[in-house]
């Protein structure tokens, strides 16, 4: 397409016209490379197992999953609030369930009871429907694991390793009936992931070092099952402002090993975050190549799990992250670049075969 002409412009020739339309597209290219190269080192100066914690904000604390649906098909009026303590349970480790009932339009709390529940293999596991179900409690007396009595909130508590599932490995389902407003009723479902025994188990111990230019800290683990894990921890300023979020994937052989959680130097540069930094809320998992579960969960250590030296920034790299493949991208991303340049910088000057005035 030819550029438009402006009032009172004098008219190009076809030759300049196409010369022009030429000189437009490719400046509208040079600035798209330049912005994917810019984007590209931008979002690259810091490691990728080292990053703040704002590119991960579902990630700022464990899942604790909440969520609202409509009591049933026919009461959509009513809406159950919902609420699980955690997906991932490891070994003796107990889970809650919370559940409430409120106006669907006002959000007013509504008076209802979960009348039944039940444990059972979720439908999609290979061994659903072998064992039966399992009955479980909920209440609203401010006992077994709930916190206050008939505030509206029902609590149900499951510890899969006591309550017939120490054998089994996989995916759980807690079913649950709920009655509201008279004789309104519904239901719905929690799941949750079930690992009976851990590959591994985080020591407690943590010891840090200050390493090529950035803070390490190498977290305990006792390694029962080799294979590849998959950690991340959580980083905190000393007010508690979440910093970063770091992580872990390497293959670990069996025995006395240790996670390494890097906060990059020029992470620290950049966000310069108050010191002491506290490290909390660490997870992970033995991968597996196949089968259902993919993963066996490692015992979280949840809450603080380390607190720092204070150090100086000065003692942290200011350099950006490196690496062989990034800079084949930043190289590639360099040549588009160029390419755009030299292609304007040929339209830039009189069509070839002009005479200057």
């Known amino acids: 397409m030819l550029p438009a002409q402006r009032p009172g412009q004098v008219p190009l020739s076809p030759e300049e016209a196409e010369r022009e339309a030429q000189r437009q597209l490719w400046e509208k290219r040079l600035e798209r490379a330049r912005f994917t190269l810019d984007s590209y080192r931008k979002s690259t100066r810091y490691p990728h197992e080292s990053r703040p914690i704002e590119e991960h904000p579902d990630q700022v604390y464990p899942a604790s999953p909440e969520r609202k649906q409509p009591l049933g ?59 039966a179900p399992v009955p479980l409690d909920f209440n609203d007396t401010g006992r077994n694991g709930d916190e206050v009595a008939g505030d509206g909130t029902w609590t149900g508590s499951f ?67 080799a294979g590849r894990y998959v950690m991340a921890g959580r980083v905190d300023d000393e007010a508690g402002i979440p910093l970063a979020y770091v992580e872990f994937n390497e293959e670990l052989e069996a025995g006395a090993r240790e996670v390494r959680f890097q906060v990059f130097g020029l992470l620290l540069h950049d966000k310069k975050p108050d010191f002491p930094l506290r490290l909390r809320d660490v997870e992970g998992f033995l991968l597996r190549e196949q089968g259902d579960p993919d993963r066996e969960l490692v015992k979280a250590l ?14 942290f790299s200011e350099a950006e992250w490196d690496s062989e493949e990034r800079q084949r991208y930043l190289a590639e991303y360099g040549k588009d670049v160029a390419q755009a340049e030299a292609e304007l910088g040929g339209l830039s000057g009189p069509p070839a075969g002009s005479k200057a005035p």
Do not use: W
Not at 303 to 314: D, F, K, N, R, W
């Open 302 to 315: 949840y809450g603080y799990v380390h607190t720092t030296q204070s150090y100086p920034l000065e003692r």
């Open 159 to 225: 510890q899969p390793s006591r309550q017939g599932f120490a054998m089994f490995e996989g995916t759980l389902r807690v079913e649950f009936r709920v009655r509201a407003s008279g004789n309104a009723e519904g239901g719905a479902f929690f799941d949750i992931v079930f690992t009976p025994a851990a590959p591994a188990t985080f020591t407690g111990k943590v010891r840090e070092v200050v390493e090529k230019g950035s803070l390490q800290l190498y977290v305990g683990l006792q390694v029962r099952k």
């Open 73 to 131: 098909k026919d009461q959509r009026d009513i809406a159950l609030t919902l609420k699980q303590e955690k997906i991932y349970v490891v070994g003796d480790e107990v889970v809650r369930f919370f559940v409430g009932c409120e106006n669907a339009s006002s959000h007013q709390p509504l008076p209802c009871e979960v009348h039944s529940a039940v444990a059972r293999e979720a439908p999609h596991m290979a061994q659903a429907g072998q064992a």
